[in-house]
């Protein structure tokens, strides 16, 4: 079976750092990857998505990720954080074979300093 | 366009008593999943349904838990009787239908039970 690893549970940024969060998952095949933001009280919003084709994707919010087959990692960056990126960001795993379902990560938790 | 809709927001039960959440999808998404959330984790699929019929109901507590999407549009998810364990945000998404690919979901805000 699929698994998706957020090895950080807590990442604390100051206002204006860069940020990585990290995503490694364990399939044979290439899957559909997504990261997702959660912000208190609130649902997932889809940050991003990788199908096929360029290995660096862009985002939302300025936020971008690249996939690195080799590594089996999809690791999301934002070059510059504001405050308002504070929130829980998850990681999913989707195979065609699979009719769609989403297997997520356990989830990075972002604290931003100002 | 409207999001996914779900409702109630909050409820707040005690353990062995019975509760039911309400989903409304983007209006044309054929795939409608219902997810739970336990505090500190990823969301973890109960079911989807495609349409009318399910899908994949693999994870779903089926002593406890039923779900059900009449005339393939809203669906409802029902608790009974729940426990202590079943505190969770329960979340619902709907994505548009497919025989291929993976399509992207789209998630509501969430119901949060608290079960004493």
């Known amino acids: 079976a699929q698994s998706v690893t957020q090895p950080d549970i807590h990442i604390t940024v100051s206002e204006g750092a860069s940020l990585e969060l990290r995503c490694n998952y364990s399939y044979g095949a290439t899957p559909y990857l997504f990261w997702y933001v959660q912000s208190p009280g609130q649902g997932l919003q889809l940050l991003l998505k990788?199908?096929?084709?360029?290995?660096l994707v862009q985002g939302i919010k300025g936020f971008e990720a690249e996939f690195k087959r080799s590594q089996s990692s999809f690791n999301l960056r934002k070059p510059s954080v504001h405050w308002s990126d504070a929130a829980e960001y998850f990681c999913a795993v989707g195979l065609n074979n699979a009719g769609n379902m989403l297997t997520f990560g356990g989830g990075t938790r972002l604290m931003v300093k100002p | 366009e409207a999001g996914v809709a779900q409702s109630p927001r909050y409820k707040i039960i005690e353990k062995r008593q019975s509760v039911a959440f309400w989903c409304n999808p983007i209006s044309g998404h054929a795939t409608l999943y219902w997810y739970q959330q336990i505090l500190g984790q990823g969301p973890k699929l109960l079911i989807q349904f495609q349409n009318n019929g399910v899908v994949d109901d693999s994870q779903l507590p089926k002593d406890r838990f039923s779900a059900e999407r009449l005339k393939g549009v809203d669906s409802t998810l029902k608790i009974q009787p729940a426990k202590l364990e079943d505190s969770a945000v329960y979340l619902c998404?709907?994505?548009?239908?497919?025989?291929?690919?993976?399509?992207?979901?789209?998630f509501g805000p969430g119901t949060r039970l608290t079960v004493t």
């Open positions: 990788y199908f096929s084709g360029d290995t």
């Open positions: 998404a709907s994505s548009q239908g497919g025989s291929s690919g993976v399509r992207e979901q789209y």
